[in-house]
């Protein structure tokens, strides 16, 4: 099966300073996977690379979604091609209506079924009710005087009207509330299907009782050093990074 999404030996650079240092990274459609590591690892570098930011230079390697070669393309026709990101921390926009700016993404990203405002008003009605969001959702500024957990389950009514191939959600959990970490975490495994691949940005194991991750990643010093299933995440909440990071302090312990 082609991986939805291959990143291959990725390295990067924000100026002069390198970020990735070799990243590879297999993702098939309708799996999950976690991607954790501690501060500075990088992890956020490779969700804002692999979408397109243009603050980051691509020294090396690759990264394709399906069969095309995502790597020279911009921010715009990486989104066409079905790849999406959920920001960290979502910007406010003051006059612009979440479901005005919502109907331009759709169109822009699906421009051989555009729909007029009425249409497009149904469909975000309706994925608003399927995710068992407010109503007045769709009369709201992007962002404008939401709390952290509206600005992360206004991304996942993005993520449900433009249906992406490739989601990645960076911190999605961050900030966040039990409340509202099991209500983004069910809006996100309600949409989660055979087609669309999700990487999943976490500090935390917690929000992973709630989205099961089929592979867990541990990233560090721009490299992933340890993959696994999901109770590789249960490991590092029991036993913190070191010993992955630094296998040897653990071994000079011993002596």
Partial sequence: ?????????????????????????????????????????????????????????????????????????????????????????????PGLSLEHFMRTAYNNTHPDETLSAIEFHKL?????????????????????????????????LQMAILQPQFAILDETDSGLDIDALKAVARGVMKLQNPNLSILLITHYVRILRYIKPDYVHIMAHGQIVKSGRRELATQVERKGYDWLINPQTKKSKKK
Wanted: proline residues 7%; aromatic residues 6%; without cysteine.
């Fill in 124 to 156: 975000f009605m309706q994925k608003l009710k399927e995710l068992k969001m407010p109503s007045t959702f769709a009369e709201r500024s992007l962002n404008e005087g939401f709390s952290g957990g509206e600005k992360k389950k206004a991304e996942i």
């Fill in 1 to 93: 099966m082609q991986p939805s999404l291959a990143v291959n030996n990725l390295h990067a650079r924000v100026d002069t300073t390198p970020i990735l240092k070799g990243v590879s990274l297999s993702l098939k459609p309708g799996t999950i996977h976690a991607l954790m590591g501690p501060n500075g690892s990088g992890k956020s570098t490779l969700a804002s690379v692999i979408a397109g930011h243009p603050g980051y230079a691509v020294t090396k390697g690759s990264i394709s979604l399906g069969k095309k070669r995502v790597t020279p393309l911009t921010p715009d026709e990486r989104a066409k091609l079905g790849v999406f990101l959920s920001f960290q921390y979502p910007v406010e926009v």
